[in-house]
C-alpha cells in the first residue's frame, strides 16, 4: 500500500498560480505510475494529469493543456503539479494517485492509492 499526501492548496484569485505537491512512501516510488484527479462540489472526480513511472511521458485533459505541468523527483518520492492561469472552474479538490499499472491513464479505476485530498480555491 502506498501512502500519498498532498500539500500547496489554497485561495488564489483568477489568473494566478498554485503548486501542489505530493509525497509518497510505503512503496519504491519509481515503480508507480502517478496522477492528479479533481472533484468540484456536485461533480464527479475528474483526471486531471498523469506522469510515467520515470517522468518521461506526461499525459493531460484538454482542459488544463498548456496551462498545468506535472513533474515527479524519484530522488525525493514526490510529484508536483504546477498549475498556472487559474480560472474559477478550476475550483476543486485535487487528488494525488498512484498504480503500479503502466497502463493507467485517465481513468480513476486504475489507480489504487489516494491521497486526502487538497482544496484549491479559484476567485474571480
Known amino acids: 500500500q502506498v501512502q500519498l499526501v498532498e500539500s500547496g492548496g489554497g485561495l488564489v484569485q483568477a489568473g494566478g498560480s498554485l503548486r501542489l505537491s505530493c509525497a509518497a512512501s510505503?512503496?519504491?516510488?519509481?515503480?508507480?505510475?502517478m496522477g492528479w484527479f479533481r472533484q468540484a462540489p456536485g461533480k464527479e472526480r475528474e483526471f486531471v494529469a498523469r506522469i510515467s513511472r520515470s517522468g518521461s511521458s506526461t499525459y493531460y485533459a484538454d482542459f488544463v493543456k498548456g496551462r498545468f505541468t506535472i513533474s515527479r523527483d524519484n530522488a525525493k518520492n514526490t510529484v508536483d503539479l504546477q498549475m498556472n492561469s487559474l480560472k474559477p472552474e478550476d475550483t476543486a479538490v485535487y487528488y494525488c494517485?498512484?498504480?503500479?499499472?503502466?497502463?493507467?491513464?485517465?481513468?480513476?479505476?486504475?489507480?489504487?492509492?489516494w491521497g486526502q485530498g487538497t482544496q484549491v480555491t479559484v476567485s474571480s
Open positions: 494517485a498512484a498504480s503500479g499499472d503502466i497502463r493507467a491513464y485517465n481513468r480513476a479505476a486504475s489507480y489504487t492509492d
Open positions: 510505503g512503496r519504491p516510488f519509481r515503480d508507480l505510475v
